[in-house]
C-alpha cells in the first residue's frame, strides 16, 4: 500500500516550457487535490476533483490545468511555465468530504528560471 | 483568502516542556482538523475536531474549540525533539465540504 504518490519529485523548467504533474493513490479515494506551497503561505488549493472525470476550481487556478481520467490519477498541467510557478506542489486524497483526513503525497519542487 | 491563521508563527522550546499553538478563523465551520509537516515532507492529519466538540484528545496531543471565539488550539504535552515541525489547522471551506482551507502554520522547534 504506497499510499499518495507523486512524480517527479524535482524539476527545473524554463519560462515557457510545459510539463505535467502526475500524482497517485492507492486507496480508492474519491476526492483528490493539488496544492501548492509558498514559504509563509501554507497550502493554497489550485484544482480539486470529487470523482473520476470531474475537476474544479480552487483559489488559485490559474496558469494550471488538470485531469482526472482513472479514479486512482490525478494529473497537474502547466502549459506554460512562469517563474511565479516556482513552488512546492503537494497532491492529496482523500475518501470523501472534509469530514475525513486528507493523505498527502511526499512533494514536488519545481523551480521555473 | 486563508480561513485559519495560526498563532504563533514560530516557537521554540525545550524538550519536555509543553507547545501550544493557536488557529483563528473567520467563517463558521463543520469541523476542523490539525496536521503536521515534518522539513521537506507531506503533511500528516493528527486529529479532527467537530463544531459541537469543545475537547479532544490523541495521545500527548490536546485540541479545543470554542466556536464562539472561532477559534482552536493545539497543545503538545512533554515535547520530545521528534515534534519538530510545522503545524496547520485546516477547516472547512465554503465550498458544501469539498475542500479545506489551511492556514500558513507554525513552525515549532524542540530543542534537546
Known amino acids: 500500500n504506497a499510499g499518495v504518490t507523486q512524480t517527479p519529485k524535482f524539476r527545473v523548467l524554463k519560462t515557457g516550457q510545459s510539463m505535467t504533474l502526475l500524482c497517485a493513490q492507492d486507496m480508492n479515494h474519491e476526492y483528490m487535490y493539488w496544492y501548492r506551497q509558498d514559504p509563509g503561505m501554507g497550502l493554497r488549493l489550485i484544482h480539486y476533483?470529487?470523482?473520476?472525470?470531474?475537476?474544479a476550481k480552487g483559489e488559485v487556478p490559474d496558469g494550471y490545468n488538470v485531469s482526472r481520467l482513472k479514479k486512482q490519477n490525478f494529473l497537474l498541467g502547466l502549459e506554460s511555465a512562469a517563474p511565479s510557478q516556482t513552488s512546492v506542489y503537494f497532491c492529496a486524497s482523500s475518501h470523501g468530504t472534509t469530514w475525513n483526513e486528507q493523505f498527502f503525497g511526499p512533494g514536488t519542487r519545481l523551480t521555473v528560471l | 483568502s486563508q480561513q485559519g491563521e495560526e498563532d504563533p508563527q514560530a516557537l521554540s522550546i525545550q524538550e519536555g516542556e509543553n507547545a501550544t499553538m493557536n488557529c483563528s478563523y473567520k467563517?463558521?465551520?463543520?469541523?476542523l482538523q490539525w496536521y503536521r509537516q515534518n522539513s521537506g515532507r507531506g503533511l500528516v492529519h493528527l486529529i479532527l475536531i467537530r463544531s459541537n466538540e469543545r475537547e479532544k484528545h490523541s495521545g500527548r496531543l490536546r485540541v479545543t474549540l470554542d466556536t464562539s471565539k472561532k477559534s482552536s488550539s493545539l497543545l503538545i504535552t512533554a515535547s520530545r525533539a521528534a515534534d519538530t515541525a510545522s503545524y496547520f489547522c485546516?477547516?472547512?471551506?465554503?465550498?458544501?465540504?469539498?475542500?479545506?482551507?489551511f492556514g500558513p502554520g507554525t513552525r515549532l522547534s524542540v530543542l534537546p
Open positions: 485546516a477547516t472547512d471551506g465554503d465550498n458544501y465540504g469539498q475542500n479545506f482551507v
Open positions: 467563517t463558521s465551520i463543520n469541523n
Open positions: 476533483s470529487v470523482g473520476e472525470g470531474t475537476t
